[in-house]
């Protein structure tokens, strides 16, 4: 595997930033006309069964076969850690009410989301698996709204041009885009227990994510249908995964 490093790498660049994309384009949408916050609800909770889904039959079933139920559950814990020691660092920013502030948290929170999932996109390039479909499909649906709630809620602040705005999420892809690429290198060095714990640590991260962000989003802007649209997002994403056995 080492010898197809080079070219692995370049791919999972391109999969981590191709990944990444909807959060710029659910930024230009919103910045360019006003979307139903039903629509952008409907579709969080799609991208959030998918999204569950991956996580379970992607890389749970896949890191415990790898390391283990013990080194499962230890990197499970210690990624939801992880991730809520970081969103509590961002929401102290965001609590302090500034516009920049509320600007740097979202910018950090897309990166603090983004990157255990570009990081799993480049695993699965360099394990010889193949890139994960399915997946890949619930990365890019979970991020669309994601970038279109962000964007909405920067437009018009003081000191936060479209263009600005935009910059930002480039930023986010370009980071993205380098979390793949690490995944692409910890996977192409054979080593099946750091594989595991990657796994494992983006998976308990995630699934905090899911929780803490994307499922309340999804329930307050979707209504009552989220949880039906979910489910359809889970079985969608559960076929794409039997039929890419």
């Known amino acids: ?3 197809d490093l080079p070219t692995a790498f370049v791919s999972a660049l391109a999969i981590g930033a191709l990944a990444a ?16 916050g039903r629509l952008v609800g409907l579709v969080a909770a799609f991208g959030a069964g998918a999204l569950i889904c991956a996580i379970t039959f992607e890389l749970v079933l896949d890191a415990v076969a790898r390391g283990g139920p013990v080194a499962l559950g230890f990197w499970l814990a210690a990624g939801a850690i992880a991730y809520f020691l970081g969103s509590e660092l961002l929401e102290r920013r ?3 009410g500034a516009a920049a502030s509320r600007g740097i948290a979202i910018l950090m929170g897309a990166m603090l989301d983004g990157i255990p999932e570009s990081f799993i996109l480049g695993l699965s390039i360099a394990t010889g698996t193949g890139l994960s479909v399915p997946f890949l499909l619930a990365v890019v649906i979970s991020n669309f709204p ?13 000191g936060f041009s479209d263009r600005r705005i935009l910059v930002m999420w480039g930023i986010v892809i370009a980071v993205s885009a380098l979390a793949a690429a690490v995944g692409a ?3 192409a060095s054979g080593n099946a227990g750091a594989v595991a714990a990657a796994e494992a640590f983006a998976a ?13 989003e999804a329930r307050e802007r979707g209504g009552l249908g989220a949880g039906l649209v979910s489910v359809m997002g889970f079985a969608v ?9």
């Open 237 to 245: 994403a559960f076929v794409l995964h039997q039929i890419g056995r």
């Open 21 to 36: 994309l909807p959060l710029m384009l659910g930024a230009w949408l919103a910045l360019r006309r006003s979307l139903p």
């Open 146 to 158: 994601e970038g279109m709630a962000s964007a909405a809620e920067l437009r018009g602040q003081p």
């Open 94 to 96: 965001v609590r302090s």
């Open 185 to 187: 290198t910890v996977s």
């Open 1 to 3: 595997m080492t010898g």
């Open 204 to 216: 308990g991260a995630l699934l905090t994510m899911l929780i803490d962000d994307l499922v309340p």
